[in-house]
């Protein structure tokens, strides 16, 4: 294309991340940016993992599939484990989440390889083999 073509729309979240339009504009392409949807957390979040915590006690492991669920999920996390915290293996669906993990201050057992059910249940099931889990 050449670059005094007509912008690319770009339906976004209200919070995506710079990359891609950084990108583009660096290479003289034009982008509109529009965001489509916002990210907030459920309304019973808490209830649902107090709920879980009580059935099912201190799980092994936890999986974050992004930013905004470790930001939402955590604080209540934290608080329905207590000191057992350290001994859950927490995992990553990538590396923007597994960042965000390392930001909160949470040890990141595993990131899978790649975004699969898959690449995900081989990076858990090393992490848990690891601590004799």
Do not use: W
Not at 35 to 45: I, P
Not at 60 to 74: D, E, H, R, T, Y
């Amino acid at each position: 294309e050449k670059p005094n073509s007509s912008a690319f729309l770009f339906p976004c979240g209200a919070l995506k991340r710079e990359v891609l339009p950084t990108v583009l504009r660096e290479k003289g392409i034009p982008l509109e940016s529009l965001t489509v949807y916002q990210t907030t957390q459920h309304t019973d979040l808490q209830e649902s993992l107090s709920s879980y915590f009580s059935q099912q006690g201190i799980p092994a492991s936890i999986v974050f599939f992004s930013p905004s669920g470790v930001k939402f999920c955590l604080q209540h996390i934290q608080k329905l484990s207590g000191d057992f915290i350290n001994h859950i293996k927490f995992a990553a669906i990538g590396p923007t989440t597994a960042e965000a993990m390392e930001a909160a201050g949470i040890p990141v057992s595993c990131t899978a390889e790649s975004p699969t059910p898959q690449d995900l249940a081989a990076g858990i099931q090393k992490a848990l083999q690891l601590q004799n889990c």
